[in-house]
């Protein structure tokens, strides 16, 4: 893979712009005290205003919120790989392989709860690699063994086949869930020559580039150590571990997820997280329940997004915040037009949503 024919500095002014039109903080407090017709008007007067408009006539409420919310992801995401040529357009294909990630959990999350397809297809985001009628055969299934098989050629067969045991023996999609990520993020390091957990990032144009994804990695990494130590399941949290991180190894993770405080501690003690994340580790330490843990932990994240494509700022760093910052804005909308939908008050909303 090489960077040499790449248009980096030419993508990331494109991004600028485009970064320049996300919600701010503010808007979302507008937001929350809206009813979902409101929030829908609202978008029209935004940039969602051609996917407002064209799907109004057949969707309304917070279907049309939801649709129109992610085909304008898909849009922006499409718009990346048109603006993008060599190198750069591999990296940033690559990572959106995330939403194959994303689509595939999804379906099986629906399978498993026998949700309606219509209901599974309004949450699908058709911004990664398989195509729509895949993806459309996989909603037609009943059974999560069946939808494996389907995906038979693709990358994503092998690691869905070989958790299947695991989740008939345990009934938790947790086995499931973590082959996709682990497939995810094995394929994105596969073609980057830099041995796996390596403290100091390499010099050259993939460096910003491994860097982010070591911090996606440690961060799903806690996430993932947490939520499966508070699930009172039966499950070793070093088993699902993803390799690639800095912060980790298999044997840390089920001490440090046991004491809470010693978790942050370690983030905080590794001096490329400590350094440039201190007020994101401060709301780590102020969590009080596992949302608020995770909403931190994505907050901290976009930070560090944010820090690399300040520090670098001709690498491919920047396109990789704005994507974070754009997948932000629509899972805020997203998480307000639902808690309104269903009656949540203000302040519960609020509690749902990434703000910096």
Not at 189 to 212: C, H, N, T
């Amino acid at each position: 893979m090489s960077l040499g024919a790449s248009n980096t500095e030419y993508v990331n002014a494109r991004v600028r712009s485009r970064r320049s039109s996300l919600f701010a903080d503010e808007e979302y407090r507008k937001l929350v005290r809206m009813g979902p017709s409101e929030i829908a008007r609202f978008m029209e007067e935004t940039e969602y205003e051609r996917e407002i408009n064209a799907l109004g006539a057949r969707f309304s409420g917070v279907d049309l919120i939801e649709y129109a919310l992610n085909r304008n992801l898909a849009k922006h995401f499409q718009d990346l790989l048109d603006w993008s040529e060599g190198g750069l357009y591999d990296l940033i294909g690559r990572y959106l392989r995330k939403f194959d990630v994303w689509n595939l959990k999804t379906i099986i999350r629906g399978i498993y709860t026998e949700t309606p397809a219509e209901d599974v297809r309004t949450d699908l985001i058709r911004a990664g690699e398989l195509d729509d009628a895949t993806l459309e055969r996989l909603l037609e299934v009943d059974e999560i063994e069946d939808a494996v098989e389907l995906l038979s050629g693709t990358i994503y067969y092998e690691p869905l086949a070989a958790g299947l045991d695991e989740f008939e023996e345990t009934g938790a999609l947790v086995p499931l869930e973590n082959a996709l990520d682990r497939e995810f993020y094995e394929q994105l390091l596969e073609d980057v020559s830099r041995p796996p957990g390596r403290e100091q990032p390499q010099e050259g144009p993939k460096a910003q580039y491994i860097e982010f994804l070591q911090a996606e990695i440690d961060f799903r990494n806690a996430r993932n150590a947490l939520r499966l130590a508070r699930s009172g399941a039966d499950l070793d949290p070093a088993a699902y571990y993803i390799e690639g991180g800095v912060l980790f190894d298999e044997s840390e993770l089920n001490r440090l997820v046991a004491d809470y405080d010693e978790l942050v501690d370690h983030i905080a003690e590794n001096k490329r997280y400590g350094d440039r994340l201190s007020g994101a580790l401060d709301r780590l330490r102020d969590a009080d329940s596992l949302i608020q843990f995770e909403h931190a932990l994505d907050a901290a994240l976009l930070q560090y997004a944010d820090t690399l494509a300040s520090i670098y700022p001709t690498s491919v760093s920047a396109v990789l915040s704005y994507i974070l910052a754009k997948e932000r804005e629509v899972e805020n909308i997203r998480a307000i037009a639902r808690g309104r939908e269903v009656g949540l008050s203000e302040s519960e909303i609020e509690d749902e949503l990434v703000i910096l």
